[in-house]
């Protein structure tokens, strides 16, 4: 599970609307990985709306952000027209990224176990290492609260 410091592992995900994105390619920008358990809920919609609306805003501070869940590149496609997001979303469908980055976790819900994403976020330096990592994120505030940490960089 890495930790702030640590060497980001690196990825290459296919993302919405067709092609892949790679960390490895993205070395010399901030990046944010937004971790998210699955497309359409209520609490995703929040963050992915979030930081759609705040894109120009990482952008003008030198970052690009990617939400990163598990659902298929055609569920990403349809949440994105739905919604009208700019958020660039990537699929991990295999849940590799998800356990490199230690967000694949054994969750609870009305008494039954199983297996999902832990709403985490991740800021990734310009030279390839974790600067912050928010995990079991709460929705309301954090948007604002990453576009801070990524500033202050």
Same mark, same amino acid.
């Given at each position: 599970? $890495?930790?702030?410091? @640590?060497?980001? $592992?690196?990825?290459?995900?296919? %993302?919405?609307?067709?092609?892949?994105?790679?960390?490895?390619?993205? %070395?010399?920008?901030?990046?944010?990985?937004? #971790?998210?358990?699955?497309?359409?809920?209520?609490? !995703? &919609?929040?963050?992915?709306?979030? #930081?759609? =609306? =705040?894109? =120009?805003?990482?952008?003008?501070?030198?970052? =690009?952000? #990617?939400?990163?869940?598990?659902?298929?590149?055609?569920?990403?496609?349809?949440?994105?027209?739905?919604?009208?997001?700019? &958020? $660039?979303?990537?699929?991990?469908?295999?849940?590799?990224? !998800?356990? @490199?980055?230690?967000?694949?976790?054994?969750?609870?819900?009305?008494?039954?176990? #199983?297996?999902?994403?832990? %709403?985490?976020?991740?800021?990734?330096?310009?030279?390839?290492?974790?600067?912050?990592?928010?995990?079991?994120?709460?929705?309301?505030?954090?948007?604002?609260?990453?576009?801070?940490?990524?500033?202050?960089?």
């Amino acid at each position: 599970m $890495p930790e702030v410091s @640590d060497t980001a $592992p690196d990825f290459t995900l296919p %993302r919405d609307g067709g092609g892949t994105v790679s960390l490895s390619d993205l %070395r010399g920008d901030l990046v944010v990985l937004f #971790f998210y358990p699955r497309d359409d809920t209520p609490g !995703c &919609t929040k963050e992915s709306i979030g #930081f759609s =609306q =705040q894109l =120009q805003a990482f952008a003008d501070a030198g970052a =690009q952000v #990617f939400g990163i869940s598990k659902d298929s590149v055609a569920k990403h496609d349809k949440f994105v027209a739905k919604h009208d997001l700019t &958020t $660039p979303l990537l699929s991990d469908e295999h849940s590799t990224m !998800c356990e @490199d980055y230690g967000v694949w976790k054994e969750k609870s819900m009305y008494g039954k176990k #199983f297996l999902g994403i832990e %709403r985490s976020t991740f800021v990734v330096d310009r030279e390839g290492k974790i600067a912050q990592v928010w995990r079991k994120v709460k929705v309301p505030g954090h948007v604002d609260e990453v576009l801070e940490a990524v500033k202050a960089l």
